[in-house]
C-alpha cells in the first residue's frame, strides 16, 4: 500500500461518466479518479456496472456522455461544439498504451511461449526492436516469478502462471496505471495466492492501480481506498479499515454481509 501523499492532477479520472447498452443504462454519471502510486480496490455485486467503467477507461469501448483524462489530459473524445468527437482508432491505440489492463481471461496466444506473448506487446505496441523487445521481457517475467517458465507455452502452464504472464505482458509497456478485472475471478482457489502476491507486490513497489476484485482480503491488504459500486453509482469509498469496520451506507452494510 503506497502511504505517499499526493497533492497533484490525479493519474486518471472519469467525470460524469454515462454508457447504455439497448437502453439500458448501466453507468449513471460515475465520479471516480486515482492519484499517482494510490491502488483503490472496486467492490461491488455482478452487473453493477464495475468491469464496464474499466473498459471505459481502458478506452476499449466509447463513453455515451462523461470524460476520462489521464494525467490532466482528456482522452478517448474530444468535445466539439457540444458534441461528443470520438477519437480515431489509430489515436486510440497510442493513448492505450499508458493504460494497462488485465482481464478475467488470460487472452494469451496459444501459439506463441510465455516470452514470446510478452515480447509481442513490445515489439507490435511500441515497435521496440526484437533483441530490446527480448531482454525486456524477460526481465518483467522474472518479476512476476516466472523466469525459469519463459519457454512455455499457455498450455504448458498453471491458470496462475498464464495470469501472470498477462500481468507481465501488460506492465512490459510500462503503463502509468494498471486496471485489472477480476484478475483471479477464473482461477482455481489454490492458484489465487500467486496472483494476488504478484499483485502486492506491485502496489508495495509504488503502481497506480485499479482493482476490480471480490478478494476482500486483497482489498483490506493492499489498497489505499476501497469503492462498494451497485446499480451503476459508487454507493461509498473510504479507507480500507472504516470501509470494512464502520460502513456509512446501508446497501454497503448489506453487501459486506454477504461476502464476509
Do not use: C
Not at 66 to 76: F, P, Q
Not at 169 to 175: D, F, G, S, T, W
Not at 225 to 246: K, Y
Amino acid at each position: 500500500m503506497s502511504t505517499e501523499t499526493v497533492n497533484t492532477v490525479p493519474t486518471l479520472q472519469v467525470s460524469n461518466l454515462h454508457k447504455a447498452y439497448n437502453g439500458t443504462e448501466v453507468l449513471k454519471g460515475v465520479e471516480f479518479q486515482i492519484n499517482k502510486g494510490q491502488v483503490k480496490a472496486v467492490l461491488g455485486p455482478s452487473g453493477s456496472g464495475k468491469s464496464t467503467m474499466l473498459r471505459l477507461m481502458a478506452l476499449l469501448e466509447p463513453a455515451d456522455r462523461g470524460e476520462i483524462s489521464l494525467d490532466g489530459n482528456r482522452i478517448g473524445a474530444s468535445d466539439n461544439n457540444g458534441r461528443i468527437a470520438h477519437h480515431s482508432e489509430r489515436r486510440l491505440a497510442v493513448q492505450r498504451r499508458d493504460i494497462g489492463m488485465v482481464f478475467q481471461r488470460f487472452n494469451l496466444f496459444p501459439h506463441l511461449n510465455a516470452l514470446e506473448n510478452v515480447v509481442l506487446a513490445l515489439t507490435e505496441v511500441q515497435k521496440v526492436g526484437k533483441a530490446e523487445a527480448r531482454e525486456r521481457a524477460f526481465m518483467m517475467l522474472n518479476k512476476v516469478g516466472l523466469g525459469d517458465r519463459d519457454r512455455h507455452f499457455p498450455s504448458e502452464l498453471s491458470g496462475g502462471q498464464q495470469q501472470r504472464v498477462a500481468i507481465a505482458r501488460a506492465l512490459v509497456l510500462n503503463p502509468h496505471v494498471m486496471l485489472f478485472d477480476e484478475p483471479t475471478s477464473a482461477l482455481d482457489p489454490e492458484l489465487v495466492g500467486e496472483v494476488l502476491e504478484v499483485m502486492e507486490n506491485l502496489a508495495a513497489g509504488g503502481m497506480t492501480m485499479i482493482v476490480v476484485t471480490h478478494e476482500v482480503k486483497f482489498a483490506r491488504r493492499a489498497a489505499d481506498e476501497v469503492t462498494l459500486f451497485d446499480s451503476g453509482v459508487i454507493v461509498e469509498q473510504a479507507e480500507p479499515g472504516e470501509f470494512f469496520d464502520n460502513p456509512q451506507h446501508e446497501r454497503t452494510k448489506q453487501f459486506l454481509s454477504h461476502v464476509h
